[in-house]
């Protein structure tokens, strides 16, 4: 089946610490997102990627990072320049440029310890 | 401005009966797109309905369409019948299509339960 996937499910991190979520498409997707929910609100966007080997920043970048290596994969880390991670975060994936439907992955949900 | 901007935190809806989530948008691009997106307890968030600028009829899937009302740029998602499982949370979407950057913008949503 298409689909995206978002690995883990739940994230714990510790203070200083520096984590990673994984998120795999194979929908062929050229476009790629991240995106930040607090609990009660809306979606906020932390990083796109339009094509491999590219991204740009969106809204709330400070304290993350990304790259795109391959098609398929675009994976975010949490650095700890990031104070205030606990969130819910959504990696979505659409077709490329123009008006593409965006699909989204499970989410991963991160807590800090 | 807010490019996404949807007015009711909260709405009930007894079981069967329609029900209108409310979305209205800010855009100069004369090519966007319009979604509704359903987002349950679980956090997934669910594509349902689609509407481009220059479409002429209203979207329709199924239980859910959409009232485009251009000249207001309004984007309403009509749910019809009701059911226990349409509780959730329901964002609308655009994403414009000349100056793109590839961004959506979303609105903060709007929670629906349905009564029994």
């Known amino acids: 089946d298409g689909g995206i996937t978002q690995s883990p499910k739940y994230l714990f991190r510790k203070e200083g610490q520096n984590v990673t979520l994984s998120c795999e498409q194979n929908?062929?997707?050229?476009?790629m997102y991240w995106y930040r929910q607090d609990p009660g609100q809306g979606l906020r966007l932390i990083y796109y990627?339009?094509?491999?080997?590219?991204?740009q920043k969106g809204d709330i970048a400070e304290g993350y990072s990304v790259s795109r290596e391959k098609k398929e994969s675009f994976p975010l880390t949490v650095t700890s320049a990031q104070k205030n991670p606990t969130a819910f975060y959504l990696c979505?994936?659409?077709?490329?440029?123009?008006?593409?439907?965006?699909?989204f992955g499970p989410g991963t949900r991160l807590l800090v310890l | 401005a807010q490019k996404i901007t949807q007015t009711q935190p909260g709405m009930f809806v007894q079981e069967k009966e329609a029900v209108t989530l409310d979305c209205t948008y800010d855009t100069s691009d004369p090519s966007y797109g319009l979604f509704w997106y359903k987002q349950p307890s679980s956090g997934e968030m669910i594509f349902l309905i689609y509407q481009g600028s220059y479409d002429q009829q209203n979207a329709t899937e199924g239980r859910y369409s959409l009232n485009f009302q251009k000249a207001r740029k309004s984007a309403n998602l009509v749910i019809s019948a009701s059911q226990l499982g349409d509780s959730a949370m329901y964002f609308c979407?655009?994403?414009?299509?000349?100056?793109?950057?590839?961004?959506?913008?979303f609105g903060t949503g709007t929670s629906l339960t349905v009564i029994p």
């Open positions: 979407a655009m994403r414009e299509g000349v100056n793109t950057g590839n961004q959506f913008y």
């Open positions: 979505a994936s659409s077709k490329g440029t123009g008006v593409q439907t965006q699909y």
């Open positions: 990627s339009q094509i491999v080997n590219d991204f």
């Open positions: 929908l062929n997707h050229d476009a």
